[in-house]
């Protein structure tokens, strides 16, 4: 059974400063992991879709790496601003379905 | 629309009660999904159409809880004699699925409060 575990659970950083978040799997057989961000009593955005065949994406100041056979993946985030404050949900999809298995998610506060 | 719209919001209700959850996904897309998102955790998958059909209802916890899409576009969550435990924030998302590329679009969740 697939698992999806994040670490860390939470994270404070001053603004400016460049982090990075982690999400790993147990089992390497994905299809693609996603990335996703939830603001408070809202619903969640999509942020970067890594295709299994593919090795990192890139969308401004965010980069997401995915190593299957290690069954890890992070994001990176550069140049780090109060707005990105928010939860940072790492999901895999095993099939083309949207059938997703998400970890806990990382709670980021950046303070100004 | 130009979104996934959820309705309602917020629900409470009285431990014992049925309740529905409605979720309009976005114009032509034909895949819908339903998750449950508990306090503090990842959403979890509960069931997902292609059409009109339930392609995948794996992730229904009991026979209480129930769905469906009888046009193959909106979308009713149903719960049968509810639980405490049963409370959570419910998210759909829709897709319009080809090759290659699943983004799908989540809408922003109904609160459903059992109490």
């Known amino acids: 059974k697939q698992e999806v575990t994040q670490i860390p659970a939470a994270l404070s950083v001053p603004e400016g400063e460049n982090l990075v978040l982690n999400c790993s799997f147990t089992?390497?057989?994905?299809?693609?992991l996603q990335w996703f961000r939830q603001d408070p009593g809202k619903g969640l955005t999509s942020l970067l879709l890594i295709q299994s065949s593919q090795r990192e994406q890139t969308s401004g100041r965010l980069n997401a790496s995915l190593d299957k056979s290690s069954g890890r993946s992070t994001l990176y985030i550069a140049a780090s601003q109060p707005g990105d404050s928010a939860t940072y949900l790492c999901a895999v999809g095993m099939d083309s379905s949207y059938k997703l298995i998400f970890g806990s998610g990382t709670r980021l506060l950046v303070r100004p | 629309g130009a979104g996934v719209s959820q309705t309602p919001s917020n629900k409470v209700t009285e431990k014992g009660k049925y309740v529905e959850l409605r979720c309009d996904p976005i114009?032509?897309?034909?895949?819908l999904y339903w998750y449950r998102q508990s306090l503090g955790q990842g959403p979890e998958f509960l069931i997902y159409?292609?059409?009109?059909?339930?392609?995948?209802d794996s992730g229904l916890p009991n026979d209480r809880f129930f769905a469906v899409r009888p046009e193959g576009s909106v979308s009713t969550l149903k719960i049968q004699r509810t639980e405490r435990g049963d409370s959570a924030v419910y998210l759909c998302a829709s897709s319009f699925e080809y090759l290659g590329n699943t983004e799908a679009f989540f809408g922003q969740g109904t609160r459903l409060t059992v109490v």
């Open positions: 159409f292609q059409g009109t059909g339930a392609a995948d």
């Open positions: 114009s032509g897309h034909t895949a």
């Open positions: 089992d390497s057989a994905i299809y693609n």
